[in-house]
């Protein structure tokens, strides 16, 4: 069987002498198993997101038919889109913050705390977060995610000043464009990032295919969105205007609710 088409397998043996240990912490107090699995459980992402680099960086993905390390993960590890992107994502991050890889391998810190070091790094720049990261560290390490994601936001103010401004400006750009294009509707637009994540959460939630689906992913996809489109018409707290709509769909309304004003 070529490597195109293999199935990778896990070390069996290996995960039984998991199981093993799993076993034996068993019999330790059950706060000693949580904090004891917790770290273990940020240690073994740790210990993934070393392979996955060490994967890419010999392009093994690409004797497997996948032309990106992303492609590869989402197939062989059954991850969505999103999942794969984060997985990736993580992969490329952790070596160029050694304190952060140091500390998430050791398991002192959670993939939380990964997860906002690599908004940080968007929101900051690598330099900025590097030139601080032993006090990000030393702070993820004694608190939340979300202490951590504040330290990093006041960062980024220190960092760009303007950001804000800068941020509303782009949303004013914001903007939904529907057009008919032969017997199908082409969408396009920008919206805000929040509004964004949770459209792209719930359309991959609404994605994932059933048995027998001989659907592409971009057909899922779209269909996804129509589905969350038609529940969305259908709920109950709709604005009365747009419930109206819905309900009389050739009288469209006259005085539809202005947008909120931005400043």
Not at 173 to 196: E, K, N
Not at 208 to 221: A, C, F, I, L
Request: proline share 5%; aromatic share 4%.
């Amino acid at each position: 069987m070529s490597s195109t088409t293999s199935v990778v397998k896990p070390d069996r043996a290996w995960l039984t002498q998991l199981a093993d240990h799993l076993e034996d912490l068993g019999l330790q107090p059950a706060e000693t198993q949580l904090t004891t699995l917790d770290a273990g459980i940020a240690a073994l992402q740790a210990a993934r997101a070393k392979a996955l680099t060490e994967f890419e960086s010999t392009c093994g993905h690409q004797a497997y038919g996948c032309k990106t390390i992303g492609g590869w993960v989402r197939l062989h590890l059954n991850r969505s889109h999103r999942g794969g992107s984060r997985l990736v994502r993580t992969a490329r991050l952790l070596p160029q913050l050694q304190l952060v890889r140091e500390s998430y391998a050791a398991g002192r810190i959670c993939s939380d705390h990964v997860d906002v070091f690599c908004a940080g790094v968007n929101k900051c720049g690598l330099d900025a977060v590097r030139t601080h990261e032993a006090t990000l560290v030393e702070l993820a390490e004694s608190g939340s995610a979300h202490e951590l994601a504040q330290a990093l936001d006041a960062l980024a103010d220190l960092v760009d000043p303007d950001r804000d401004e800068t941020a509303v400006k782009q949303l004013a750009d914001r903007y939904f464009h529907a057009s008919r294009v032969g017997d199908l509707y082409a969408v396009s637009g920008l919206i805000d990032p929040d509004a964004g994540e949770a459209l792209q959460i719930a359309v991959e939630a609404l994605a994932k295919p059933v048995e027998s689906d001989t659907r592409t992913r971009n057909q899922r996809m779209a269909d996804a969105a129509c589905e969350l489109i038609t529940r969305g018409i259908n709920a109950e707290h709709l604005p009365t205007w747009a419930a109206a709509a819905h309900r009389e769909p050739h009288r469209h309304p006259r005085h539809p609710p202005e947008p909120p004003r931005l400043g």
